[in-house]
Nanobody
């Protein structure tokens, strides 16, 4: 069983920066895909960024150029650096992990999010709130 624990988040004014971290424990092969999803008020959960075990990254168009995702396989940690935050980035951010890819072809529907191969993403953190004020 994989456990994911997020830290970071908080409140910031528009244009500011925040960093989110996710620490994995339990069985986490370094080949696991990891990433972040977010759920904005009244919206379906959506993918933000994902990273392969080799460090290949995917970003949603809405965050490209502002967010940077990195991982440390030795420490089993994931870090999302968020710069130039905007009010529309306000959301609950969740860390996710899966043994097969998710990213460009992943999607969320009715509270579940799916990998590129159509299978559900099974491992989630508890979520952390990010609030950006204008």
């Amino acid at each position: 069983q994989v456990q994911l624990v997020e830290s970071g988040g908080g409140s910031v004014q528009a244009g500011g920066s925040l960093s989110l971290s996710c620490e994995a424990s339990g069985y986490t092969d370094s080949n696991y895909y990891m990433g972040w999803f977010r759920q904005r008020p009244g919206k379906e959960r959506e993918g933000v960024a994902a990273i392969s075990g080799d460090g290949d990254t995917y970003y949603a168009n809405s965050v490209k150029g502002r967010f940077t995702l990195s991982r440390d396989n030795a420490k089993k940690t994931l870090r999302l650096q968020m710069n130039n935050l905007q009010p529309e980035d306000t959301a609950n951010y969740s860390c996710a992990a899966a043994p097969t890819p998710f990213g460009p072809r992943s999607y969320c529907s009715a509270g579940l999010c799916y990998r590129s191969d159509g299978r559900p993403i099974g491992f989630w953190g508890q979520g952390t709130q990010v609030t950006v004020s204008s």
